[in-house]
């Protein structure tokens, strides 16, 4: 018995060590170098399409990365660019498609009273895979399809990144 009691007394770390290294998680995030090539070539792919926008990236946890307005950008587009990126990277989705679910779908509709969330295209996570570590929020191009089409503009600029 007195064996069995030693050998358990001594296992006892090596147990709770293996517990404790469980409940630690390992998770990729939005670097600020990635956060400002996206923010420069969203705004340089609006603006090659005569588009004046604010781009916003976001981390993992919605804080904020990167800011870029471009000349001529209304001073509405940093908010609009904060709350879509806040918003896609919460949600883990595209501000449009969930623009269209709350259309479509009167439950989702509440989804507009969560502060912080904004409704409109223009907000697209980033992943690396299937995780999301970030998101980038474009504001003030006419219709906020155009707006997502830049953010996905520069993500395919730095896909290569993204692995």
């Given at each position: 018995m007195?064996?069995?009691?030693?050998?358990?007394?001594?296992?006892?770390?090596f147990i709770a060590a293996a517990a404790s290294a469980q409940n630690v998680r390992t998770e990729k995030n939005?670097?600020?170098?990635?956060?400002?090539?996206?923010?420069?070539?969203?705004?340089?792919?609006?603006?090659?399409?005569?588009?004046?926008?604010?781009?916003?990236?976001?981390?993992?946890?919605?804080s904020v990365r990167a800011v870029q307005r471009a000349d001529n950008a209304g001073p509405h587009t940093l908010a609009a660019s904060?709350?879509?990126?806040?918003?896609?990277?919460?949600?883990?989705?595209t501000t449009l498609a969930m623009m269209d679910g709350a259309q479509k779908?009167?439950?989702?509709?509440?989804l507009v009273h969560i502060p912080?969330?904004?409704?409109?295209?223009?907000?697209?996570?980033?992943?690396?895979?299937?995780?999301?570590?970030?998101?980038?929020?474009?504001g003030g191009a006419p219709g906020g399809h155009l707006d997502e089409q830049c953010a996905m503009a520069a993500l395919e600029k730095v896909k290569d990144q993204l692995k």
């Open positions: 007195r064996h069995i009691i030693r050998a358990c007394a001594l296992a006892l770390p939005m670097s600020l170098e990635l956060a400002n090539q996206l923010a420069s070539a969203t705004v340089a792919a609006c603006s090659a399409n005569g588009h004046a926008v604010a781009a916003t990236v976001v981390d993992r946890a919605g904060l709350q879509k990126a806040f918003t896609s990277a919460s949600a883990k989705n779908n009167p439950a989702a509709a509440n912080g969330f904004l409704l409109l295209g223009g907000g697209v996570p980033v992943k690396v895979g299937n995780e999301v570590i970030g998101a980038v929020g474009v």
